[in-house]
């Protein structure tokens, strides 16, 4: 009786409030049925952009420009390549590929224009600011019109469906947080700086026009994907961050980290929360044309269960290691280049962490098709998987020179070479404010009627899911 009423009363009462529709957007992510088939499209996405290039290229007295854009890069053939790219802008949102396929950041929303670099209020933020825009509830696509250093305050907490699209300016975020994904789904981070983050907290950020509230000290990493998905991050530099520069714990799933640089940082990436969380069993993340550079020591990525796909990217610089893991997670390297430190203590691409061998020898961490360089070596492990995920063992070793290509243009894009000017688009009703209105003062205060009638429906529901988890549990031992 008890659960047929944690049913009904978490439909009816996130329906009632629209705080509550937001909240339950927990979504519990649900992890892609078949990930094999994930991989196998990644590849089939890869060749089809090789060959095509391939084709133009025949003849070597071919220059035009069809035949000069084209890298053999799905995500930057898809969208690159338009001359009209700044007047088409949320056709990016279409070039994603892997597990983050689904997120649609804020196409068909308004365009947002920042233009004030300030972060001074992280209660009540400024019209015009990059704060203001991430956690208005609305799909947005947020472009910048010049060059900007935005130095936060606190960490920026986003809102759902949301596009931070830097193309055509130099955007740097750094300071306090800086980028929280918390319970949320569709952001698109594409072609921003993220450095020098710092921990910062034991204050009031506000989430949303509606709800402010206490955040206790973060970790300062430049990223931080808690229990989200559906979320691309795409042609990023990231270094210099007090923990990780990327890190997806807490259920998060449905992740693509694609052509991004990645340097100057102790523990680049982490994937999962703990060894013991179930949830992250289900998290799946594409790693795919990213650049692992200089000055970077260790966890590209660090994984705790899940299904994690790193594919295509060039790791030219580790100190200890590359790929490690705990708590079984299932690990496949395809056509990736690894270039071992002159260390000859280093020279293994792999580490599971914390684990005896007669505990992780029949974990599912597979390389295929990888270049090894230097002495680098992978240490595979797993009985009877090639049948399993035979699927996806379908690329081919890749060239240094093809890696190179697919990598070549990984991190924020430069102002030059290719037309990457701005373009128009359709600016709100105020001038790039996108006809948003500021806070009155009742939104200012924390605890008022109707936010505290939210967080009611929120508590309910997640006593209900609790009760519900135990008893599945319960049933499953």
Not at 157 to 184: E, M, P, W
Not at 190 to 210: L, M, Y
Not at 329 to 345: F, L, M, V
Request: charged share 20%.
């Amino acid at each position: 009786m008890f659960q047929r009423t944690c049913i009904v009363l978490i439909s009816l009462l996130s329906s009632f409030s629209p705080q509550g529709r937001a909240m339950l957007n927990l979504t519990f992510p649900i992890p892609h049925p078949n990930p094999e088939d994930v991989a196998q499209d990644v590849h089939r996405r890869v060749n089809a952009s090789v060959s095509r290039r391939q084709m133009l290229q025949i003849s070597e007295k071919d220059q035009s420009p069809a035949a000069t854009c084209f890298t053999g890069n799905p995500i930057d053939d898809c969208w690159k390549c338009d001359p009209d790219w700044a007047n088409n802008r949320q056709r990016l949102a279409d070039c994603v590929i892997g597990f983050g396929q689904y997120a649609m950041g804020g196409k068909g929303g308004e365009y947002y224009i920042v233009t004030d670099s300030s972060d001074d209020d992280a209660i009540s933020p400024k019209p015009g600011t990059l704060r203001y825009a991430v956690i208005q509830p609305q799909p947005l696509w947020i472009v910048f019109p010049s060059n900007m250093l935005i130095k936060l305050s606190q960490e920026l907490i986003f809102n759902s469906y949301k596009t931070l699209d830097g193309r055509g300016a130099n955007v740097h975020i750094t300071g306090g947080g800086c980028i929280t994904l918390q319970y949320i789904s569709n952001v698109i981070i594409h072609n921003i700086h993220i450095h020098h983050c710092v921990e910062s907290g034991n204050a009031n950020v506000r989430s949303s026009p509606t709800h402010y509230g206490y955040r206790t000290k973060s970790d300062g990493d430049g990223i931080s994907i808690f229990g989200s998905k559906d979320i691309w991050i795409d042609h990023c530099s990231l270094s210099h961050c007090k923990d990780g520069l990327i890190d997806a714990v807490m259920g998060s799933t449905g992740i693509t980290i694609s052509n991004n640089y990645f340097s100057h940082h102790n523990e680049v990436m982490l994937l999962g929360h703990s060894d013991d969380y179930l949830p992250d069993s289900g998290m799946q993340v594409t790693i795919a044309f990213n650049h692992f550079g200089e000055k970077l020591v260790q966890r590209m990525p660090r994984c705790r269960r899940g299904y994690i796909h790193v594919v295509n990217n060039d790791f030219t610089e580790w100190e200890m290691y590359a790929i490690g893991g705990s708590g079984n997670p299932t690990i496949n390297s395809q056509g990736n280049r690894y270039t071992a430190p002159t260390n000859r203590n280093a020279k293994e691409v792999t580490k599971r962490v914390d684990t005896a061998e007669s505990h992780w020898r029949d974990w599912n961490w597979r390389s295929e098709g990888d270049v090894m360089v230097n002495g680098a070596f992978f240490v595979a492990s797993g009985a009877g998987v090639e049948v399993k995920y035979e699927r996806a063992f379908s690329v081919e070793p890749k060239s240094a020179e093809l890696i190179e290509q697919l990598t070549w243009h990984s991190g924020v894009l430069g102002v030059g070479g290719r037309d990457n000017n701005l373009g128009m688009w359709s600016r709100g009703p105020n001038d790039g404010e996108a006809g948003f209105d500021s806070f009155d003062s009742g939104s200012k205060k924390s605890l008022t009627a109707s936010s505290i009638y939210a967080i009611f429906p929120f508590l309910t529901a997640i006593s209900c899911f609790l009760f519900l988890y135990t008893r599945s549990m319960t049933f499953m031992l």
